[in-house]
């Protein structure tokens, strides 16, 4: 079964950017659909930005602009790259690769001054 591990969270001020990664422990060929959600506290989970194994690309209308997804598969990591964060992308963030729906444990993101 495919194992995800998410890096890269922390406490960053308003305006502050971070990049997450998540590291899969086995293939995350083209084939997949990889992507974030994030779940704020006493939040749905929600979609952030998830992208196909052709290469497009899907944003939450919230974060358009501001965060950009991207995948090495050579690596088999994925990335989230945040820019202009807000109080609002604080979250729990969480990787997925579909359509096997594994997921990672999350890493903690809070945007704060």
């Known amino acids: 079964q495919l194992q995800l591990v998410e890096s890269g969270g922390g406490l960053v001020q308003p305006g502050g950017s971070l990049r997450l990664s998540c590291a899969a422990s086995g293939s995350i060929s083209s084939i997949y659909t990889v992507g974030w959600y994030r779940q704020a506290p006493g939040k749905q989970r929600e979609l952030v930005a998830k992208?196909?194994?052709?290469?497009?690309?899907i944003y939450a209308d919230s974060v358009k602009g501001r965060f950009t997804i991207s995948r090495d598969n050579a690596k088999n990591t994925v990335y989230l790259q945040m820019y202009n964060l807000k109080p609002e992308d604080t979250a729990v963030y969480y990787c997925n690769v579909a359509p096997i729906d594994a997921w990672g444990q999350g890493t903690q993101v809070t945007v704060s001054s």
């Open positions: 992208m196909r194994s052709g290469g497009s690309t």
